[in-house]
């Protein structure tokens, strides 16, 4: 799989071309902080030219208006090449992103579950709803694709958070304009490649490369994208959603957390422990569900922690290309400082950090070690951010009514996990937390069914099952007539009214 990586171009109207700047960035592997390749630069121009032939491919191309049988073929296509070209994604995804290889093979799976299983939901669940009003009309109502979507995705969890909003969106018969997340190209490019591949018709989907500020931006202010479709951070979706008021966009944002997971002394503490660890350190701590905080009943407190520590030892810090590994390094040297400075922060508020080791052969990577942040307090800095790195702030609790409380007591409001063997207890605190998701007794499993998404600053609308196609789509109604119901007359007769008689 090794080998030179070629440099990464726009994928606009069914071809792969360089930005209109001329402009290329360095794109930067985590692991060495080596330079991979490099990415051409979108700007206002290339976003121009995608949204172009988006709604040219929408208006007059036959994407939307061919038979539902033909378009799922097409997007059943891509799900089979996805799997064709699963262990190419994964390497991809790890080199660009530092995410271990055994955690991206697991992503590239579902991305073509994704495409599969919006083939079959718009066959079987794009129902609409019909009324039969008194004798005297028909209601009845139809989903239609919106036109233009563009879709702007983060680098946590790149491949699959792109199908996860590119497969609705084609699925229900809109054209597409993605923008992927500047550090981490490389999946988003073969995502082009295999939609090429694929054959879809010209312009239905097209890839821009380049920064937030200027191509992101561009893309939501352009007047002919209807929808914008974004995962990212909180400050990030506010921008957008005020920038996209000027030509009233549809909005869906998944954005950031800092999720509880509560432990009570009666749990199964073993599992809780499992969950927990997983929760925090797989995806390298860039989760937007990781249980950033966890609050343990004090009668467990220093047993569980204990346990946490060695854990934490114990766990494969390494290269992401390495099967063995658990933890690989951060995105980029950024994103990696700030999480360190996260952590400096944490001993300053007087926090215990606890952290396992990173090996010296690693240190040229962005590594940062497992680490706990004991004996917090809630009002903490650490305990209230989104640090997005495998960090977690550890609080003990006395009380149901007090975990509640400090659990809700956070800006975030996007997952929950609640572990517990009484049943009663488990429902009442999972439906006290203000969280879109809560998990009883589990770790962050799901199924594309149900709904995924946050409250309070951690996001508007929901995402997955039939809710997607609610955002993709625009109900319309038609009434149609099928009786002698009356109508006004307007005009018919020359009506005095007082004030003219009076006139008069
Ligand atoms: P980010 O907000 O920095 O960037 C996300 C995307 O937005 C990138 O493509 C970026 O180029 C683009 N962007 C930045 N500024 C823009 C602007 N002004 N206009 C238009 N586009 C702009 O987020 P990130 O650092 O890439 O991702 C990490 C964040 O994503 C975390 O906060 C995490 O919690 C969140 N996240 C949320 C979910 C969820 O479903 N709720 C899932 C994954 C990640």
């Given at each position: 799989?090794?080998?030179?990586?070629?440099?990464?171009?726009?994928?606009?109207?069914?071809?792969f071309?360089?930005?209109?700047?001329?402009?290329?960035?360095?794109?930067v592997?985590?692991?060495?902080?080596?330079?991979i390749?490099?990415?051409?630069?979108?700007?206002?121009?290339?976003?121009?030219?995608?949204?172009?032939?988006?709604?040219?491919?929408?208006?007059?191309?036959?994407?939307?208006?061919?038979?539902?049988?033909?378009?799922?073929?097409?997007?059943?296509?891509?799900?089979?090449?996805?799997?064709?070209?699963?262990?190419?994604?994964?390497?991809l995804?790890?080199?660009?992103?530092g995410?271990?290889?055994?955690?991206?093979?697991?992503?590239?799976?579902?991305?073509?579950?994704?495409?599969?299983?919006?083939?079959?939901?718009?066959?079987?669940?794009?129902?609409?709803?019909?009324?039969?009003?008194?004798?005297?009309?028909?209601?009845?109502?139809?989903?239609?694709?919106?036109?233009?979507?563009?879709?702007?995705?983060?680098w946590?969890?790149?491949?699959?958070?792109?199908?996860?909003?590119?497969?609705?969106?084609?699925?229900?018969?809109?054209?597409?304009?993605?923008?992927?997340?500047?550090?981490?190209?490389?999946?988003?490019?073969?995502?082009?490649?295999?939609?090429?591949?694929?054959?879809?018709?010209?312009?239905?989907?097209?890839?821009?490369?380049?920064?937030?500020?200027?191509?992101?931006?561009?893309?939501?202010?352009?007047?002919?994208?209807?929808?914008?479709?974004?995962?990212?951070?909180?400050?990030t979706?506010?921008?957008?959603?005020?920038?996209?008021?000027?030509?009233?966009?549809?909005?869906?944002?998944?954005?950031?957390?800092?999720?509880?997971?509560?432990?009570?002394?009666?749990?199964?503490?073993?599992?809780?422990?499992?969950?927990?660890?997983?929760?925090?350190?797989?995806?390298?701590?860039?989760?937007?569900?990781?249980?950033?905080?966890?609050?343990?009943?004090?009668s467990?407190?220093?047993?569980?922690?204990?346990?946490?520590?060695?854990?934490?030892?114990?766990?494969?810090?390494?290269?992401?290309?390495?099967?063995?590994?658990?933890?690989?390094p951060?995105?980029?040297?950024?994103?990696?400082?700030?999480?360190?400075?996260?952590?400096?922060?944490?001993?300053?508020?007087?926090?215990?950090?606890?952290?396992?080791?990173?090996p010296?052969?690693?240190?040229k990577?962005?590594?940062?070690?497992?680490?706990?942040?004991?004996?917090?307090?809630?009002?903490?800095?650490?305990?209230?951010?989104?640090?997005?790195?495998?960090?977690?702030?550890?609080?003990?609790?006395?009380?149901?009514?007090?975990?509640?409380?400090?659990?809700?007591?956070?800006?975030?409001?996007?997952?929950?996990?609640?572990?517990?063997?009484?049943?009663?207890?488990?429902?009442?605190?999972?439906?006290?937390?203000?969280?879109?998701?809560?998990?009883?007794?589990?770790?962050?499993?799901?199924?594309?069914?149900?709904?995924?998404?946050?409250?309070k600053?951690?996001?508007?609308?929901?995402?997955?099952?039939?809710?997607?196609?609610?955002?993709?789509?625009?109900?319309?109604?038609?009434?149609?007539?099928?009786?002698?119901?009356?109508i006004?007359?307007?005009?018919?007769?020359?009506?005095?009214?007082?004030?003219?008689?009076?006139?008069?």
């Amino acid at each position: 799989m090794a080998g030179k990586i070629g440099n990464v171009l726009h994928y606009i109207n069914g071809e792969f071309v360089e930005g209109a700047s001329g402009n290329y960035f360095e794109n930067v592997n985590p692991f060495t902080n080596e330079i991979i390749n490099e990415v051409t630069e979108g700007w206002k121009e290339d976003i121009d030219a995608a949204v172009r032939a988006a709604k040219e491919a929408f208006d007059n191309g036959p994407w939307r208006t061919m038979s539902v049988q033909e378009r799922m073929t097409y997007i059943l296509r891509i799900a089979d090449l996805i799997e064709k070209y699963a262990e190419e994604i994964s390497y991809l995804e790890s080199l660009d992103t530092g995410l271990p290889i055994s955690q991206t093979k697991k992503q590239a799976a579902r991305a073509a579950e994704n495409f599969r299983f919006y083939a079959e939901m718009v066959k079987s669940r794009m129902v609409g709803e019909a009324y039969h009003v008194d004798g005297q009309f028909l209601n009845y109502t139809i989903y239609k694709p919106v036109g233009v979507a563009g879709l702007i995705t983060p680098w946590n969890a790149p491949f699959m958070l792109e199908t996860w909003k590119v497969a609705p969106a084609l699925a229900t018969g809109n054209t597409v304009v993605l923008k992927p997340a500047e550090w981490s190209p490389l999946t988003a490019n073969k995502l082009a490649e295999i939609i090429h591949e694929a054959g879809l018709p010209q312009g239905v989907f097209n890839v821009v490369h380049g920064f937030g500020e200027t191509a992101g931006a561009s893309l939501v202010a352009h007047p002919d994208v209807r929808l914008i479709s974004f995962t990212g951070e909180t400050t990030t979706g506010s921008e957008i959603i005020k920038n996209s008021a000027d030509t009233l966009k549809k909005t869906s944002m998944e954005l950031g957390g800092k999720s509880p997971v509560i432990v009570f002394a009666d749990a199964d503490v073993e599992k809780a422990l499992d969950a927990v660890v997983w929760g925090i350190f797989s995806f390298n701590g860039e989760r937007c569900t990781a249980n950033s905080r966890l609050f343990l009943e004090k009668s467990i407190y220093d047993s569980f922690v204990e346990k946490l520590k060695e854990r934490v030892n114990n766990i494969s810090i390494g290269d992401p290309m390495d099967p063995a590994t658990e933890v690989g390094p951060l995105i980029h040297r950024k994103h990696w400082e700030t999480v360190m400075n996260y952590i400096e922060i944490a001993k300053q508020e007087g926090a215990e950090v606890y952290s396992a080791d990173v090996p010296e052969e690693l240190k040229k990577g962005n590594f940062v070690p497992p680490t706990l942040l004991l004996n917090c307090h809630n009002s903490m800095k650490v305990a209230q951010e989104e640090i997005f790195g495998p960090v977690m702030a550890v609080m003990p609790f006395e009380t149901e009514e007090e975990v509640i409380r400090m659990a809700n007591d956070v800006k975030y409001g996007l997952a929950a996990y609640v572990w517990t063997n009484d049943i009663k207890r488990g429902h009442r605190v999972a439906q006290s937390i203000e969280s879109g998701m809560a998990w009883v007794n589990s770790q962050n499993v799901r199924d594309l069914r149900i709904p995924f998404g946050g409250t309070k600053y951690s996001g508007i609308g929901r995402e997955g099952g039939h809710y997607s196609f609610d955002f993709y789509t625009e109900v319309q109604v038609i009434h149609v007539s099928i009786g002698d119901h009356s109508i006004p007359k307007f005009g018919k007769i020359k009506q005095h009214s007082a004030a003219s008689a009076q006139r008069g």
